[in-house]
Each structure stands twice: as structure tokens, then as C-alpha cells.
């Protein structure tokens, strides 16, 4: 196969080809095995990749989508590549940003001395949707809010990596992450042979690691559950998957019940002490005697239990106000003012609609920006200006004039691309990396992540739920790049 020929960049930073359309270094080995194999070796190899996906149930669900439940995830079998001396420049950006998120999580649910400051204004906080007031003064397990982090990183036109956004509640996809190796292992081994690619299957153990030291005082050997909304949640997949890799019990909320302010499990031999609980479920319907009454999703009692430190959560409750996108406006703020360091990596140029001089600017140009709603995901609640309609850009006008707080936009930033296999060719689409980080005993970070890819031509969004698919992501070993 030919992956260079006839391949265009269109003038985008691309990840494989440099500016003179050569192929960087650390894609070299790839290439040499690629083309190894015929058109139709590698046709073969998609489709293996393809039932590899269906017979492991590897799927996303898309609300609201009248063609069925669940859909396989679309997997692009031409790797991201990183080489090391990258990557590491990564790590020691995500590891200073989740350390200022969490310093201001404690600072904020205690002393606030950023607001007193004047770093941050009150009322951003005191507005955020997820900021829980309830909890101020409360001392979560070894002072860690959020214990996993999925942090979305880009490349503009000019290759530099930029923050996107900080999923701090329940970030999703690490499944996908692993699966991707598992596929590409089995369907073209070949291409791992003296290729020097850092493994990833430690994240599992690495996980549990992490949930376990947050465990109450006193108890050595923790009961660790993860708590799923059920099986019609979008990722119910990756639920499954990952209690099966930690070998602890996928519960639903039925499942548990409190007594005396513990959280048992209902078991075929009776009730069982539960000390962790990875929850997949947002705050406001963990416990319907404390949040929202209509749950059905959550436990009664459980807050009780949380605050007595009977039991602990991950992530911890009230995170969500660091994944408040109008708070994210503030992290390289954060870095500087706990860490006093620049941010290693920026942040997208980013306005906020209830600053007044950037909400003129924002209305003036909406045809020009991104905007996104502050406490949405999965590529809801945005437009993206340039491509779309005026009757769009008056829906989004009426909604940042009637609720500015809820509202920021960015300038659009040209992705870079990655040549990925459609309808028969390779052409370049955008493409992101989310990393995932564990904060526990130490930070740690499987080298990697999991690349999203914008499949639809043109498109910038690279969502599942909006036609996105995803790539294996490929850190290499530091010999391969020095």
C-alpha cells in the first residue's frame, strides 16, 4: 500500500507528512511495513478489524437516533504516531494542569482564597450548574477530587498542542483506547515488530490502584464497585468493559442499599461491604434523598454514607466545576497562581459571553467562532460559525443574549489531520487526543490516548456521537526517537 502517493495535505499541519510532504521520522518504520502489504491484504485486514469490533460489542449508543441502540464504533486502521520526546512535553503539561485543577477544587470547597484574590470572580464559581455549595468545607479522601481526567488536546495549523477542554466528571473512551491496540495487534502484528510502540495495557491495574487508595482509613483491603447508569447508557460499553478488566462488580444503583449510614452490596450470600465506588454517574443523581428526587438511578443514602467517610467516590462530588467550560477560561490562571509556572500548554483563545467586551465581540462574529454551552458534551449545544446556517447563528444569538453565563466561544483552530482510509483512498481528516489521567498515590498517564477522528470530509467535530470515529494511538519508546 501506498499511503504517500496521490495524498494531499491540503495545506494543514499533518501529522504523517511535513511541510515539504515528507514523511516525519517517527512514522518511517510504519510506512516500510505498510507497504509491504497489496490493496486488497489490507482491505482484508480492515474487515477483520471490522468483525474484531462486532463479535467484542464494541459500540456507542446515540441518543436520540431512531435507526436502532447501539453502533459499532468506526475504527481508522492507520495509527497516530508520537514520538517520545513529544509525548513527554505532554505529560509534564497534563500532569501541571490536573495538580492547579485539583488545588483549585480544594481551595474553592474551602479557604476560596483564588476568589479572594480577585483570580477568579465569585460569581463564576457561584453560578457554575455543578458548583455543590453543600459541600464546602468538606474534606474528600486524600484531598484528590478529580482521581480521572480526560483532557482534550489539538494542533493548529502550526502543530503547536492546545487544551481544548478538561472532562472532569466521567470521562469516557478509554475502552476504545484499548480495544484500538487489541484490534491492531491482531488484525497487522507486523506492524509492531521492532516498531518500539509503549504498551497501554497497564491502564487497567493502574486504574485499580488508584481507586484503592482512596479507600476509607482502616480498610486494607477495599470492596471496589463500579456504578453504571444501566445498559442504556452511551457508554455502557465501557462500563462493562472496564469492571471485567479490574475484576470488581459492575453494580446499578438497585443493586446497592444503605444501612446505618453503609453502603452495602446485595449479593446471592447477602449484603456487602462497599468501600469505592467508581461512579459513571453525575452528581445530580447519585442519591435522590440529597439531589435530584426523580432519580432512579442513584442510591438513598449514599451522600450520608460519602460524608461520613464510610465510603469513597471517584470522582469525587462536586468536580464538575472545574469541567465547566466557562471555568476552563481560568486553568492557565490557576496554573500560575498555585504552581506559580506558565502553563506548559495553552489553552484555544477562548472569550466569555458575560464578559461585556467579549460579549460584543462574540455577537458581532458569531459567523467567525465556535461557540459552546458551558456544561455540555459529546459535541451538543455548539456551533461551529463558519459552516453554519444563518438561521443556526440566530438561534445561538437569541441563546447567549437571554443566558451569557452559559456561553463561550472559541476561534475556530484548523486541526491538524492524519491520513486515514475512505472510500477506497487515503485522505487527511482532523483528528484530537484525549489522554487519560489517574491521580492517586502518584499521577500517572498511560502513554497515549485515544485519537478521535472527524470522518465526515471538512468535518471538525470528532465526536462518535456526531460521525467521529477513532485511531490507535502510538507512543514510542525513547531509543526509537533520540
Given at each position: 500500500?501506498?499511503?504517500?502517493?496521490?495524498?494531499?495535505?491540503?495545506?494543514?499541519?499533518?501529522?504523517?507528512?511535513?511541510?515539504?510532504?515528507?514523511?516525519?521520522?517517527?512514522?518511517?518504520?510504519?510506512?516500510?511495513?505498510?507497504?509491504?502489504?497489496?490493496?486488497e491484504e489490507f482491505a482484508e485486514r480492515r474487515q477483520e478489524a471490522e468483525i474484531y469490533f462486532l463479535h467484542r460489542g464494541i459500540t456507542f449508543?446515540?441518543?436520540?437516533?431512531?435507526?436502532?441502540?447501539?453502533?459499532?464504533?468506526?475504527?481508522?486502521?492507520?495509527?497516530?504516531?508520537?514520538?517520545?520526546?513529544e509525548w513527554k512535553r505532554l505529560e509534564e503539561g497534563l500532569i501541571q494542569r490536573i495538580t492547579a485543577l485539583n488545588l483549585f477544587l480544594h481551595d474553592v470547597y474551602h479557604d476560596q482564597k483564588i476568589i479572594r484574590d480577585g483570580v477568579i470572580p465569585r460569581h463564576y464559581i457561584e453560578s457554575a450548574r455543578h458548583f455543590r455549595r453543600e459541600f464546602i468545607g468538606f474534606n474528600v479522601p486524600r484531598d484528590i477530587y478529580i482521581h480521572i481526567c480526560g483532557t482534550d488536546l489539538v494542533r493548529d495549523r502550526n502543530g503547536q498542542y492546545l487544551v481544548l477542554e478538561d472532562n472532569g466528571r466521567c470521562p469516557s473512551g478509554v475502552s476504545y483506547m484499548l480495544e484500538n491496540r487489541q484490534a491492531m495487534k491482531r488484525v497487522f502484528p507486523?506492524?509492531?515488530?521492532?516498531?518500539?510502540?509503549?504498551?497501554?495495557?497497564?491502564?487497567?491495574?493502574?486504574?485499580?490502584?488508584?481507586?484503592?487508595?482512596?479507600?476509607?482509613?482502616?480498610?486494607?483491603?477495599?470492596?471496589?464497585?463500579?456504578?453504571?447508569?444501566?445498559?442504556?447508557?452511551?457508554?455502557?460499553?465501557?462500563?462493562?468493559?472496564?469492571?471485567?478488566?479490574?475484576?470488581?462488580?459492575?453494580?446499578?444503583?438497585?443493586?446497592?442499599?444503605?444501612?446505618?449510614?453503609?453502603?452495602?452490596?446485595?449479593t446471592t450470600r447477602g449484603l456487602k461491604p462497599v468501600?469505592?465506588?467508581?461512579?459513571r454517574i453525575d452528581d445530580d443523581f447519585l442519591d435522590p434523598t440529597v439531589?435530584?428526587?426523580?432519580?432512579?438511578?442513584?442510591?438513598?443514602?449514599?451522600?450520608?454514607?460519602?460524608?461520613?467517610?464510610?465510603?469513597?467516590?471517584?470522582?469525587?462530588?462536586?468536580?464538575?466545576?472545574?469541567?465547566?467550560?466557562?471555568?476552563?477560561?481560568?486553568?492557565?490562571?490557576?496554573?500560575?497562581?498555585?504552581?506559580?509556572?506558565?502553563?506548559?500548554?495553552?489553552?484555544?483563545?477562548?472569550?466569555?459571553?458575560?464578559?461585556?467586551?467579549?460579549?460584543?465581540?462574540i455577537l458581532e462574529h458569531l459567523n467567525q467562532l465556535v461557540v459552546k454551552s458551558a456544561n455540555e458534551s459529546g459535541g451538543y449545544g455548539m456551533l461551529i460559525g463558519p459552516q453554519a446556517s444563518s438561521e443556526e447563528i440566530a438561534e445561538f444569538k437569541r441563546k447567549?443574549?437571554?443566558?451569557?453565563?452559559?456561553?463561550?466561544?472559541?476561534?475556530?483552530?484548523?486541526?491538524?489531520?492524519?491520513?486515514?482510509?475512505?472510500?477506497?483512498?487515503?485522505?487527511?481528516?482532523h483528528i484530537d487526543l484525549r489522554?487519560?489521567?489517574?491521580?492517586?498515590?502518584?499521577?500517572?498517564?498511560?502513554p497515549g490516548g485515544l485519537t478521535r477522528v472527524a470522518l465526515p470530509k471538512g468535518s471538525l467535530v470528532v465526536n462518535s456521537s456526531q460521525g467521529g470515529g477513532t485511531k490507535d494511538?502510538?507512543?514510542?519508546?525513547e531509543d526509537t526517537t533520540n
Open positions: 500500500m501506498d499511503l504517500i502517493h496521490n495524498y494531499s495535505t491540503d495545506g494543514f499541519f499533518d501529522e504523517l507528512l511535513d511541510e515539504n510532504h515528507q514523511p516525519r521520522p517517527h512514522y518511517a518504520h510504519f510506512i516500510e511495513k505498510l507497504s509491504h502489504l497489496t490493496a449508543t446515540v441518543y436520540g437516533d431512531a435507526q436502532g441502540v447501539e453502533r459499532i464504533i468506526p475504527f481508522d486502521c492507520i495509527p497516530r504516531i508520537i514520538p517520545h520526546r507486523e506492524f509492531f515488530s521492532g516498531a518500539n510502540v509503549l504498551p497501554i495495557d497497564a491502564y487497567p491495574s493502574a486504574l485499580l490502584r488508584m481507586l484503592q487508595y482512596i479507600a476509607p482509613q482502616g480498610v486494607d483491603d477495599p470492596t471496589v464497585v463500579l456504578l453504571t447508569p444501566g445498559l442504556y447508557n452511551s457508554a455502557y460499553f465501557e462500563h462493562a468493559f472496564l469492571a471485567k478488566s479490574m475484576g470488581i462488580d459492575i453494580v446499578e444503583g438497585a443493586d446497592l442499599v444503605v444501612k446505618n449510614h453503609i453502603v452495602y452490596m446485595r468501600h469505592v465506588i467508581y461512579r439531589f435530584r428526587k426523580d432519580s432512579l438511578l442513584g442510591v438513598p443514602g449514599l451522600i450520608e454514607a460519602y460524608r461520613r467517610g464510610n465510603v469513597s467516590l471517584a470522582n469525587s462530588i462536586g468536580t464538575g466545576v472545574a469541567d465547566d467550560k466557562v471555568i476552563y477560561y481560568f486553568v492557565p490562571r490557576m496554573i500560575r497562581y498555585y504552581l506559580d509556572q506558565e502553563p506548559i500548554i495553552p489553552n484555544v483563545q477562548t472569550y466569555l459571553a458575560q464578559e461585556p467586551r467579549d460579549y460584543t465581540y447567549i443574549i437571554a443566558d451569557p453565563r452559559n456561553y463561550i466561544a472559541q476561534e475556530p483552530i484548523a486541526l491538524s489531520r492524519h491520513p486515514t482510509y475512505c472510500e477506497g483512498k487515503f485522505e487527511g481528516r489522554p487519560y489521567i489517574l491521580y492517586g498515590e502518584k499521577i500517572t498517564i498511560v494511538t502510538w507512543v514510542l519508546h
